[in-house]
């Protein structure tokens, strides 16, 4: 074994990689599993499209994910509109049409702000976009889309390491059209 994996086992050391992508709308791409196959979870903030995808993406590593508004009642049944989870020492957010700082949709605003977390996930817009919340001390991430549905000029994942509390190794990675 690794002198440093040894040492992060006995000093408590858990990061986790996480790979987050949205509004695959059905579509599966072989890069979802290039790109996420180190990850230790990957999270979907909705418009999956298909149970089919949701059950290639949880074989593929553990997935969560909230349901958007294109999905069926079968994945309805699945998956939760919010859901709210700790990784590691950071609490999560996630919820599929959510805003972004500053202009949080009325359907979660209220939430993040009684009770903001360390990272709030959505999806929707088909716009990448990584913000920080300075007021509420959260950081925002928007995967933008990775499926071919919609206007989108590229499709994008994300992936990131949580850290404790901490958010680390920030990736955005472009898929082609």
């Known amino acids: 074994m690794d002198f440093l994996l040894i040492f992060a086992i006995c000093i408590g ?8 992508i949205s509004d695959t709308h059905g579509f599966w791409d072989e890069k979802y599993a290039r790109y996420f196959g180190e990850c230790d979870e990957i999270w979907h903030a909705g418009d999956i499209g ?5 059950e290639r993406l949880n074989a593929l590593r553990p997935l969560r994910a909230v349901c958007g508004n294109i999905d069926g009642g079968d994945l ?3 998956y939760p509109e919010v859901l709210r989870w700790k990784c590691e020492e950071a609490e999560v957010l996630m919820k ?7 202009r949080y949709d009325a359907s979660i605003a209220r939430q993040i702000y009684a009770r903001p977390p360390q990272l709030f996930i959505s999806g929707h817009s088909h716009i990448l976009k990584v913000k920080y919340d300075k007021t509420l001390n959260l950081l925002h991430i928007n995967p933008g889309a990775a ?3 919609g206007w989108q000029q590229e499709r994008t ?5 949580v850290d404790g509390s901490a958010f680390k190794d920030l ?4 898929l082609t059209r």
Request: zero cysteines; proline letters at 3%; aromatic letters at 6%.
């Open 96 to 102: 599929h049409i959510g805003g972004y700082p500053g």
């Open 147 to 149: 499926g071919l549905s």
């Open 157 to 161: 994942i994300v992936r990131l390491t």
């Open 171 to 174: 990736e955005v990675i472009t």
């Open 76 to 78: 309805r049944m699945m």
């Open 13 to 20: 050391w858990d990061m986790k990689r996480i790979g987050i």
């Open 50 to 54: 298909s149970v089919e995808i949701a």
